[in-house]
T-cell receptor, first 114, second 110 residues
Framework: DAMVIQNPRYQVTQFGKPVTLSCSQT?????MYWYQQKSSQAPKLLFHYYDKDFNNEADTPDNFQSRRPNTSFCFLDIRSPGLGDAAMYLC?????????????FGQGTRLTVV | GQQVMQIPQYQHVQEGEDFTTYCNSSTTLSNIQWYKQRPGGHPVFLIQ?????EVKKQKRLTFQFGEAKKNSSLHITATQTTDVGTYFC??????????FGKGTRLSVIA
């Protein structure tokens, strides 16, 4: 039973055409993350939410935006995708606290920019 | 900014050999987590270490958290082809709850 679901699994978008990636969770976790992972690299954190409290990483480009309308859903908006934005985008969830804060990842959305 | 450093970047071993990856932080970590990512897959949680000097085992995998809570290691005994993948350590740095190390990619030659 998938607990963190990302749609779509594969997305092809045109250069400069806005695209939205979605993530949903059934775990009722208060923390949600968006990571960007390029080939042979580590996941790079773009944003995270503590509940509705949005936290943007300092080096996340302005081209990337996020929305979390409720606990279960989170969206990643790329306003004007460039070729360098082609990557796997991973959504993850966790609980806050000192213990049992493991992150559960979705299967990712692989974004291709043409 | 604060980072979690991980070495080596790559490791090629013969099946049956042991494997170790190391993770270091410049600051004390409240906890450290380890994840495994198979080729084409997503990171999957392996374990979380919280206590200074903590050692945890999962079958052939042994995880350690340093006394100063600034370093950690993952050791695999007698590697198998199913161990292939990239192993990441991850921890909280500054205000960021989960930052990943660069990972160690393990290849196992049968």
């Amino acid at each position: 039973d998938a607990m963190v679901i990302q749609n779509p699994r594969y997305q092809v978008t045109q250069f400069g055409k806005p695209v939205t990636l979605s993530c949903s969770q059934t775990l009722n976790h208060n923390v949600m993350y968006w990571y960007q992972q390029k080939s042979s690299q580590a996941p790079k954190l773009l944003f995270h939410y503590y509940d509705k409290d949005f936290n943007n990483e300092a080096d996340t480009p302005d081209n990337f935006q996020s929305r979390r309308p409720n606990t279960s859903f989170c969206f990643l908006d790329i306003r004007s995708p460039g070729l360098g934005d082609a990557a796997m985008y991973l959504c993850a969830t966790s609980r806050t606290g000192r213990l049992n804060t493991e992150a559960f990842f979705g299967q990712g959305t692989r974004l291709t920019v043409v | 900014g604060q980072q979690v450093m991980q070495i080596p970047q790559y490791q090629h071993v013969q099946e049956g050999e042991d494997f170790t990856t190391y993770c270091n932080s410049s600051t004390t970590l409240s906890n450290i987590q380890w994840y495994k990512q198979r080729p084409g897959g997503h990171p999957v949680f392996l374990i979380q270490l919280v206590k200074s000097g903590e050692v945890k085992k999962q079958k052939r995998l042994t995880f350690q958290f340093g006394e100063a809570k600034k370093n950690s290691s993952l050791h695999i005994t007698a590697t198998q082809t199913t161990d292939v993948g990239t192993y990441f350590c991850a921890g909280p740095t500054g205000n960021t709850p989960l930052v990943f190390g660069k990972g160690t990619r393990l290849s196992v030659i049968a």
